[in-house]
């Protein structure tokens, strides 16, 4: 005799065994397209979102693609509407907020590593090269950081002005510089170590110092001060 009661879809199981392994063993015990998958569950709590998350990591490359990807271009990916796609944004936000707190958040940057992770999660999916300044002060704790430019592909172009007058405003007397190569290249080129010159010799009657000028990008980073450039 039957009792009733519905039986539970199919999936209903298989997400509870998802969540018990990454809570009992982290996110390495998952699958790139489980990781997905557990989190699409949270949008979509009424469907076996599976092939919706191997199609995402199909369609873009790699779990960090989607991560990268924009709003637009999600919700373009069958399967997927709003809900979905301002999670995943809301994921990487979550992530690249959480680095610049351990990065940068008003005090003294720890270590080169930790600056490096946050810029890389917060710039090296970009599409368009951009040209940041990070700002500190006599203590080297973080005081600001700003966008001075943006731009296509190796079309920035970056006014040593604009950055000091940035400097003044922030009362700054010290500054990295950081920029993405969205071709992937890391080493400087010629305008990147010439731009750099011309920071720092305007920036040396004002006594501030240029501690160091990152580049950065899906493969890496390049420091020009751990090579001797500044």
Not at 103 to 130: F, H, N
Not at 198 to 215: G, S, W
Request: charged share 25%; net charge neutral.
């Amino acid at each position: 005799m039957k009792s009733g009661k519905p039986t539970p879809p199919h999936y209903h199981g298989h997400r509870d065994r998802l969540r018990a392994r990454f809570l009992q063993a982290g996110a390495e015990s998952l699958q790139d397209y489980e990781l997905l998958e557990l989190l699409l569950t949270y949008a979509i709590p009424r469907a076996d979102v599976k092939e919706w998350a191997k199609g995402l990591l199909s369609h873009f490359g790699s779990f960090a693609e989607v991560l990268d990807a924009s709003h637009q271009e999600l919700v373009k990916v069958k399967g997927l509407g709003e809900y979905s796609a301002t999670l995943i944004r809301l994921v990487k936000a979550c992530a690249e907020y959480y680095l610049k707190e351990q990065a940068i958040k008003r005090r003294s940057i720890p270590s080169l590593p930790v600056l490096i992770d946050y810029c890389r999660t917060s710039m090296g999916g970009l599409k368009d090269e951009q040209f940041r300044v990070i700002f500190l002060n006599s203590q080297n704790e973080v005081i600001a950081e700003e966008t001075i430019q943006e731009g296509t592909v190796d079309q920035t172009v970056v006014y040593p002005r604009k950055v000091l007058e940035a400097a003044l405003k922030h009362k700054a007397t010290g500054l990295i510089l950081v920029h993405n190569h969205p071709s992937g290249r890391l080493t400087p080129s010629t305008a990147d170590r010439e731009l750099t010159r011309a920071i720092i010799q305007a920036a040396q009657p004002l006594a501030i110092t240029v501690h160091d000028h990152l580049i950065i990008s899906k493969q890496g980073h390049y420091s020009m001060a751990e090579h001797h450039l500044i």
